[in-house]
T-cell receptor, first 113, second 114 residues
Framework: QQQVKQSPQSLIVQKGGISIINCAYE??????FPWYQQFPGKGPALLIAIRPDVSEKKEGRFTISFNKSAKQFSLHIMDSQPGDSATYFCAARGYQAGTALIFGKGTTLSVSS | DAGVTQSPTHLIKTRGQQVTLRCSPKSGHDTVSWYQQALGQGPQFIFQYYEEEERQRGNFPDRFSGHQFPNYSSELNVNALLLGDSALYLC?????????????FGPGTRLTVT
């Protein structure tokens, strides 16, 4: 069964610290790995995404690290801010057009000031 | 540039009733996917519409059906509502020209079945 396993379930980080969320996948046909940020009562917002031909992608304070051989990828939030407090979802999908996104169960991040 | 819009925002229905949810995709997008998000869980794929046809379907019963209109907007219909259908229903749009990689979500419709 296609699955994406996400950890930890919840995370508390001090303001200015680094938040790290990890995901692992099983299906080697996956070739697109996005991260979504969701605030309470809102829809998920696309944050950053990576394809498996690169090992790292950085956009501002957000970085995805990708390990193809281990079938793992992670989100790093540098200089975490209280406004980053939200639920983060990793996801994966295959290469064919129209393939559904398979989501992890989410990580609730709280950044304390 | 308008993003993905959904209506209504909230809906309360009784078991056994039927419900219709609506979605307008982001400008320039031609494909609509529907997801169900239970409380405390990640979104789960229901189905995807492209060129007014269902192209892919997740593990949901036939009580869940949909439609896509020529202007690319879409409807999700759920018949014979169960208590377990209570969830946030999300619509996501994408573009064939961009390979459907980037999917943008709307704010969702919160459905409560009593």
């Amino acid at each position: 069964q296609q699955q994406v396993k996400q950890s930890p379930q919840s995370l508390i980080v001090q303001k200015g610290g680094i938040s790290i969320i990890n995901c692992a996948y099983e299906n080697t046909a996956f070739d697109y790995f996005p991260w979504y940020q969701q605030f309470p009562g809102k829809g998920p917002a696309l944050l950053i995404a990576i394809r498996p031909d690169v090992s790292e992608k950085k956009e501002g304070r957000f970085t995805i690290s990708f390990n193809k051989s281990a079938k793992q990828f992670s989100l790093h939030i540098m200089d975490s801010q209280p406004g980053d407090s939200a639920t983060y979802f990793c996801a994966a999908r295959g290469y064919q057009a129209g393939t559904a996104l398979i989501f992890g169960k989410g990580t609730t991040l709280s950044v304390s000031s | 540039d308008a993003g993905v819009t959904q209506s209504p925002t909230h809906l309360i229905k009784t078991r056994g009733q039927q419900v219709t949810l609506r979605c307008s995709p982001k400008s320039g997008h031609d494909t609509v996917s529907w997801y169900q998000q239970a409380l405390g869980q990640g979104p789960q794929f229901i189905f995807q519409y492209y060129e007014e046809e269902e192209r892919q379907r997740g593990n949901f019963p036939d009580r869940f059906s949909g439609h896509q209109f020529p202007n690319y907007s879409s409807e999700l219909n759920v018949n014979a509502l169960l208590l377990g259908d209570s969830a946030l229903y999300l619509c996501a749009s994408s573009s064939t020209g961009q390979g459907h990689y980037e999917q943008y979500f709307g704010p969702g419709t919160r459905l409560t079945v009593t």
